[in-house]
């Protein structure tokens, strides 16, 4: 596994093997703890496998094994020199450069016009109730995190994911607003907006 192949998990489990070696169980642990199924994939599969690639490439070592009672043995791993290198290679790389990604939502936005006012007024609103539900949520994990003493440098990631759900939520409602007023107009419809909006609300509260 090149540096520059190393998966968003695979730097996950790096990340905390900085910190002091660990068993996979207590990885998984560690990583919900800090919310990072929010940035990457977290299935105790993959993150299973993923430990053994980082192995068999010379990332990370065992070092120890552990038994609690009647629990199958625990392996403990550690990072080596190779895995420290290749950590940093691609770690700066996600800090520091610029990569084009491709949401949905935009491919969404693409094709407003084509869907028509009536399903996509309706849409949006989905999209909206969802997005609020997310904000209230984050608003009480990252509540919690500034009292509990986490370290601030240890949640950047979720702050960021926050502000941009936040953002979004505003950017969309506004959208809304647009579409609804007319001041954004579709193209292939002559239905007045306002009919159109009562007539999907009508809808979804039937």
Known sequence: MAAAKLTPLGVA?????????????????????????????????????????????????????????????????????????????????????????????????????DLGP??????????LNKLRAGVAADQVILKRLSTDGTPEIYWLDFRYLAAQRAFELEWAEQLLADLSSGRIRFQDTETPLSLVTKESHERKTS
């Open 118 to 127: 009536d399903i996509a007024l309706v849409e949006l609103e989905h999209r």
């Open 13 to 113: 489990v790096l990340e905390l093997l900085h910190e002091n070696p660990m068993h996979p169980y207590e990885m998984a642990q560690l990583m919900r703890e800090r919310y990072v199924d929010n940035r990457v994939k977290l299935k105790a599969g993959s993150l299973y496998h993923t430990v053994e690639r980082l192995q068999q490439n010379g990332f990370v070592e065992v070092v120890n094994t552990q038994r609690d009672g009647r629990r199958p043995e625990r392996t403990v791993y550690a990072m080596t020199a190779e895995g420290k290198d290749a950590f940093q290679q691609r770690a700066r790389e996600m800090l520091g450069d610029v990569v084009q990604e491709y949401p949905q939502f935009l491919s969404g936005l693409a094709v407003i016009d």
